[in-house]
T-cell receptor
Framework: ETGVTQTPRHLVMGMTNKKSLKCEQH?????MYWYKQSAKKPLELMFV???????ENNSVPSRFSPECPNSSHLFLHLHTLQPEDSALYLC???????????????????FGPGTRLTVL | AQKITQTQPGMFVQEKEAVTLDCTYD???????LFWYKQPSSGEMIFLIY??????QNATEGRYSLNFQKARKSANLVISASQLGDSAMYFC?????????????FGTGTQLKVEL
């Protein structure tokens, strides 16, 4: 596997279910991110982890619970979601350092393919 | 606060032609970075190109170039010799460098369709 992977790619769940989204990065990065992409809205940053420590929680409701057991894995645990939580959830990773490397900074964020979540 | 504006919700271009996707930004921070990402219908956000606020030259990556006009606060993406596979959503994003962190602010995107 290369890059950033996410599973599952599609998820349908009821409002009373509990499910988890998984993200794994194979890039040797040490920062990981969760984003939410709703229809016709810009991407919204949800959580940031640096070296497994959460450094950003962008006022996300507690029904979303992130977990970062190591620098390569990131989870988003879901429980008692609402229909308005239906969206594409994207994971990204980056290095911490902001040095130039070729045409991009080393802290450029690289994204996974996303999990398309539908809450019924 | 930082803001990214993409005023073109949709664009059409003929195959092999060049196309410019507009992006304007707003920040009072002197040090920042600008990114363009491509999002095909599959959902993955693909990094295309980066421009730093202190870079003297416009960034180029293959068929992608970034027309950076600092005084106008614009960072337009130019795609040369468009291909059918370029049909996708394109997002402009910005990160400011002071205050630490690596938070990206995204625009609302431009849907590009390449036609035969």
């Amino acid at each position: 596997e290369t890059g950033v992977t996410q599973t599952p790619r599609h998820l349908v769940m009821g409002m009373t279910n509990k499910k988890s989204l998984k993200c794994e990065q194979h890039l040797g990065h040490n920062a990981m991110y969760w984003y939410k992409q709703s229809a016709k809205k810009p991407l919204e940053l949800m959580f940031v982890y640096n070296f497994k420590e959460q450094t950003e929680n962008n006022s996300v409701p507690s029904r979303f619970s992130p977990e970062c057991p190591n620098s390569s894995h990131l989870f988003l645990h879901l429980h008692t979601l609402q229909p308005e939580d239906s969206a594409l959830y994207l994971c990204a990773s980056s290095s911490r350092q902001g040095k130039k490397s070729g045409g991009a900074r080393t802290d450029t964020q690289y994204f996974g393919p996303g999990t398309r979540l539908t809450v019924l | 606060a930082q803001k990214i504006t993409q005023t073109q919700p949709g664009m059409f271009v003929q195959e092999k032609e060049a196309v410019t996707l507009d992006c304007t930004y707003d920040t009072s921070d002197p040090s920042y970075g600008l990114f363009w990402y491509k999002q095909p219908s599959s959902g993955e956000m693909i990094f295309l190109i980066y421009q730093g606020s202190y870079d003297q030259q416009n960034a180029t990556e293959g068929r992608y170039s970034l027309n950076f006009q600092k005084a106008r606060k614009s960072a337009n993406l130019v795609i040369s010799a468009s291909q059918l596979g370029d049909s996708a959503m394109y997002f402009c994003a910005m990160r400011v460098d002071t205050g630490g962190g690596n938070k990206l602010t995204f625009g609302t995107g431009t849907q590009l369709k390449v036609e035969l």
